[in-house]
């Protein structure tokens, strides 16, 4: 029997969608940062056209590299769904894990397994936190026993 959320695309589209809004935060993300410092760098005269240089040379690299991190985690979550048949905190930190190492496969095996281990942690907490997250919130949704009235009054 398999617990598959059938409510969800099915894996190369959520992969696609994944990368594109990966890449999408990275971009403005980097657009903002890397505009507020080539305004900083640049002459007293000249912020405005620093700041639009250091966006155009610099906000789609980091959106790139944000895409690509999203498109590989996306990928592993979606093999590790279907190795395991589970939809549970573990594929997230599964697929950090792989994510981390791959990414990082270059600088040599020391290096990956390091960055592995870091973003298969990074992606527990966010999970613990998550997970912390939603019984706080169900907490206060939970029906409340009506206040007893006073036995003995004085």
Same mark, same amino acid.
């Given at each position: &029997? ?18 594109? #809004?990966?890449?999408? &935060? #990275? ?5 903002? $940062?890397? #505009? ?10 000249? =912020? ?9 040379? =610099? ?8 895409? @690509?991190?999203?498109? &590989?985690?996306?990928?592993?979550? %979606?093999? @590790? ?8 905190? $573990? ?10 190492? %791959?990414?990082?496969?270059?600088? #040599? ?19 613990? @936190?998550?997970?912390?997250?939603? =019984?706080?919130?169900?907490? *206060?949704?939970?029906?409340? &026993?009506?206040? %007893?009235? =006073?036995?003995? *009054?004085?």
């Amino acid at each position: &029997m398999s617990s598959a959320d059938h409510t969800r695309d099915p894996c190369p589209w959520v992969i696609l969608n994944d990368f594109g #809004g990966a890449f999408s &935060m #990275g971009a403005v993300g980097g657009g903002i $940062w890397y #505009g507020i410092k080539g305004a900083r760098n640049s002459p007293r005269g000249e =912020r405005f056209v620093g700041a639009i240089s250091s966006i155009k040379a =610099r906000a789609p690299v980091t959106g790139g590299n944000f895409g @690509v991190w999203g498109g &590989m985690f996306s990928t592993f979550d %979606c093999a @590790v769904k279907g190795w395991r048949q589970k939809e549970d905190a $573990w594929n997230a930190i599964i697929s950090g894990f792989m994510t981390g190492g %791959c990414l990082a496969l270059r600088s #040599g095996p020391r290096s990956a397994l390091g960055s592995a281990v870091a973003c298969g942690i990074l992606l527990g907490v966010f999970e613990g @936190v998550g997970v912390l997250m939603s =019984r706080v919130f169900s907490e *206060s949704q939970r029906p409340q &026993m009506a206040p %007893c009235k =006073r036995l003995f *009054s004085s």
